[in-house]
């Protein structure tokens, strides 16, 4: 949640360092939020902090309006047409967390070719006109890794649970994951799931994962990615909502 108050909070640093903040009155400029998902915690999360800060600034009058809109089901065809449909409506800026760093990239070139400001955070996009806004989440992928190898220094097998399929974060992070695999090779990744950073989709796919394989191969530790729950067990953190166990028997 911290962590998403940051991420908010940078990009709306980024808006009022934009030529349309240098007006003397911003009071009848309109923002957006285009949410690629918001089916986990850490996104609701995300949502109530943009309505209490947005909420404050329509309130004071720095702004008219701060509208959220999110997409069903991370489809990056249905955010590319709702941020075409935040152009037609005027909005003079536009907040993104994107459902894929490419797949929208025409929709922010219109928005920006528009007169329009784009900030994406989180799930960012690789348009060059946009703001992006973004952790290394990268290494934090692979400090958990990392952090197993002291815990688990004979290695085993890891069983990873990703997030969103498609995002940028998701992405990064498992390349990070990867990568740690490299600089300790007695780990193995030996089965990949997605998870949506949800704890019920993530709880389905592990057990979904473990009838498949229990034959095969039984699992020294789990790289997940859903909310961390008390545990005597080892624990490395990713994101704010993330974490790893290992499992000795």
Same mark, same amino acid.
């Given at each position: 949640m911290k962590k998403s108050r940051m991420l908010l909070a940078t990009a709306a640093l980024c808006l009022a360092m934009t030529p349309m903040a240098a007006q003397a009155d911003t009071s009848g400029k309109k923002i957006a939020l285009s949410n690629n998902y918001a089916g986990n915690s850490w996104r609701q999360a995300m949502l109530t902090s943009w309505e209490k800060v947005t909420g404050a600034a329509v309130k004071d009058g720095k702004v008219a309006a701060a509208d959220a809109f999110t997409t069903a089901e991370n489809q990056a065809t249905e955010?590319?047409?709702? @941020?075409?449909?935040?152009?037609?409506?005027?909005?003079?800026?536009?907040?993104?967390?994107?459902?894929?760093?490419?797949?929208?990239n025409g929709a922010i070139k219109e928005a920006c070719d528009a007169g329009i400001t784009v900030v994406s955070f989180d799930g960012i996009v690789t348009e060059p006109c946009a703001w992006r806004i973004a952790v290394d989440f990268k290494e934090m992928g692979r400090s958990q890794v990392e952090y197993l190898s002291g815990k688990l220094p004979d290695g085993g097998n890891l069983l990873?649970?990703?997030g969103l399929a498609g995002v940028f974060v998701d992405d990064e992070i498992s390349a990070g994951i990867h990568e740690g695999v490299k600089q300790?090779?007695?780990?193995? @990744?030996?089965?990949?799931?997605?998870?949506?950073?949800?704890?019920?989709?993530?709880?389905?796919?592990? *057990?979904?994962?473990?009838?498949?394989?229990?034959? *095969?191969?039984?699992?020294?530790?789990?790289?997940?990615?859903?909310?961390?729950?008390?545990?005597?067990?080892?624990?490395?953190?990713?994101?704010?909502?993330?974490?790893?166990? *290992?499992?000795?028997?």
């Open positions: 955010q590319a047409a709702q @941020i075409q449909n935040m152009i037609l409506q005027g909005y003079d800026a536009i907040v993104v967390n994107a459902a894929s760093p490419t797949a929208l990873e649970i990703r300790f090779p007695q780990f193995k @990744i030996a089965g990949s799931v997605h998870g949506d950073w949800a704890q019920d989709v993530a709880q389905k796919a592990v *057990a979904g994962q473990a009838c498949r394989t229990s034959s *095969a191969w039984s699992p020294r530790a789990v790289t997940a990615t859903v909310r961390p729950r008390p545990s005597p067990l080892p624990i490395a953190r990713c994101r704010s909502s993330s974490w790893a166990i *290992a499992k000795t028997s």
